[in-house]
């Protein structure tokens, strides 16, 4: 049974490229969220969905960034025309149901290096 | 706003010492708790929780204690061995439906031989 897949693990960009990170849930998990690392700072929430839906996405910078999460297919987290300011370590965790009640499972993490 | 706040960056304990790692939060409305740990390059892996509803939570080695009257929740370790170096973070969440789980910036803890 593996747990929250994701990838690439490193992304190296140039700013101005576009960066797309991939996050498989567990089995069974049909919630996903996003959370953000800077170096030396806590996990910062970007934004939780449900399949085909975006149910929180508060933490998400208004610009450059968008999620996704198909019905079919892994969540997607796209960061258009990159800047030095997003390189960062951008986990995924999912989880059954809803968060609160419930423990998230969190991938190894995608590491976006912007040059 | 760090509604989940760690004021220790760091922590150096010996050897099977007790661990104390200390959290406090602000939002009044947060009453589900959890400690992450993560070791470098890896993703956080949850360690305990506890709900509001109770102010101790044991599973082996590691007990956390919620204080609601103070917003306070500490993790204690003990004995405290080399593979508990590690950030460990600290987490809260409401109960209501779609709530997400904020966290703390995080404890390195460095077990010292």
């Known amino acids: 049974n593996a747990g929250v897949m994701q990838n690439p693990r490193h992304l190296v960009r140039r700013r101005g490229q576009e960066a797309r990170l991939r996050c498989s849930p567990m089995k069974g998990h049909s919630h996903v969220y996003w959370y953000r690392q800077l170096p030396e700072e806590g996990l910062k929430f970007m934004v939780y969905?449900?399949?085909?839906?975006?149910?929180?996405e508060s933490g998400m910078p208004k610009e450059r960034f968008s999620a996704e999460f198909p019905k079919e297919g892994p969540s997607i987290l796209r960061i258009q025309q990159v800047v030095r300011g997003d390189s960062a370590a951008y986990f995924c965790?999912?989880?059954?149901?809803?968060?609160?009640?419930?423990?998230?499972?969190f991938g190894a993490g995608s590491r976006l290096t912007v040059l | 706003d760090q509604q989940v706040k760690q004021n220790s960056p760091s922590l150096s304990v010996q050897e099977g010492r007790i661990s104390i790692l200390n959290c406090d939060y602000t939002?009044?409305?947060?009453?589900?708790f959890l400690w992450y740990k993560k070791y470098p390059a890896e993703g956080p892996t949850f360690l305990i929780s506890?709900?509001?509803?109770?102010d101790k939570n044991e599973d082996g080695r590691f007990t956390v204690f919620l204080n609601k009257s103070a917003k306070h929740l500490s993790l204690h370790i003990v004995p405290s061995q080399p593979g508990d170096s590690a950030v460990y973070f600290c987490?809260?969440?409401?109960?209501?439906?779609?709530?997400?789980?904020?966290f703390g910036k995080g404890t390195r803890l460095h077990i010292l031989p």
């Open positions: 506890i709900s509001s509803i109770k």
């Open positions: 939002n009044s409305m947060f009453d589900y």
């Open positions: 987490a809260a969440s409401g109960m209501n439906r779609d709530d997400k789980i904020i």
């Open positions: 965790a999912s989880s059954p149901s809803r968060a609160g009640a419930n423990v998230l499972t």
């Open positions: 969905l449900q399949k085909e839906n975006i149910i929180d």
